[in-house]
């Protein structure tokens, strides 16, 4: 009795394996399916799509080739100077964007513009990003963490601003490194703290009010001075022509003699 129960078992243990087998076979074929880029790291995410995640990998340029269902992109820590134009095009459903930790100095026009319908984070923190162009942005709308930056806060980033979305609470680490103009001390506070009370634009509009008044003045200067200059000159001349003009009256008075002492002869 006992080999039937043998082989019984034999059996069942090899359809399992079989079985097993089956299943990495189709995992793998699933995982060959996603083409994962090669610095990436794919995983499905929970709210449907994939997460892909290429963080600290040294990147300088973001990847070929990532998926068209991407979720959730994490791009931070690696080596990033720029964001080109249509950099993420082809990911209709990207959601979560982390350019975190990069080396970003600046986002081309248009950076982000395909994800309009789709993009709710965007994570800019700890770059060496001075001012912003909203052109980049496109019409995300997007909330924003753009922490840790060296803002250049002025004119510019005051427009900028209001045209975009923002994580509440990184606002208070939005600060400025340097200000336009210099004076007015922006330097080290919160962006958000000093764009209430102060206007960038206005400031800069005053300033170039108060060169336009100096050049003006400077004109004022010389046109009055080359006035008196000329009514100085010519007080001169009209001096020598009056003295030349009181000399005619002895001269018309003694020719007025003559003419009398004619009469009387
Ligand atoms: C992704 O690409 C595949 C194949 O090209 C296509 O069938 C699918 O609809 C695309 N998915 C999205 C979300 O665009
Ligand atoms: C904004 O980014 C900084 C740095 O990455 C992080 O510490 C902070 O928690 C972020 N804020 C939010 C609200 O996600
Ligand atoms: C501004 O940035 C420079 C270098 O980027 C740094 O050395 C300096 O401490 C920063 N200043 C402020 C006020 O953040």
Not at 73 to 82: A, E, I, P, R, S
């Amino acid at each position: 009795m006992a080999p039937p129960v043998v082989y019984l078992v034999f059996l069942s243990l090899t359809f399992m394996l079989l079985l097993h087998i089956l299943d990495v076979c189709m995992s793998e074929s699933h995982q060959t399916e996603i083409k994962c880029p090669e610095s990436c790291f794919c995983s499905e995410s929970v709210d449907g799509g994939l997460v892909v995640r290429c963080s600290d990998m040294n990147l300088i340029a973001v990847p070929h080739g990532l998926p068209n269902t991407t979720r959730h992109l994490y791009l931070d820590n690696n080596l990033l100077l720029t964001i080109p134009s249509d950099s993420f095009i082809g990911l209709p459903l990207l959601f979560k964007l982390d350019l975190s930790h990069n080396r970003l100095v600046h986002l081309e026009p248009g950076a982000v513009r395909d994800q309009a319908d789709s993009l709710s984070s965007l994570y800019l923190s700890f770059n060496l990003l001075e001012t912003l162009d909203p052109e980049a942005f496109g019409d995300v709308r997007a909330q924003n963490n753009l922490s840790h930056n060296p803002w250049l806060c002025d004119c510019r980033l005051q427009l900028a601003v209001p045209q975009l979305l923002f994580d509440p609470s990184s606002l208070a680490e939005v600060v400025c490194n340097t200000s336009e103009p210099e004076e007015l001390g922006a330097q080290g506070m919160p962006f958000i703290l000093v764009a209430i009370e102060l206007d960038f634009c206005t400031e800069l509009r005053s300033t170039t009010d108060v060169a336009m008044l100096i050049t003006m003045f400077g004109w004022f200067t010389m046109v009055i001075s080359y006035l008196v200059n000329y009514v100085r000159h010519n007080q001169e001349d009209a001096i020598h022509h009056l003295e030349y003009l009181k000399s005619l009256p002895n001269r018309q008075g003694r020719i007025e003699e003559s003419l009398t002492l004619t009469t009387w002869l």
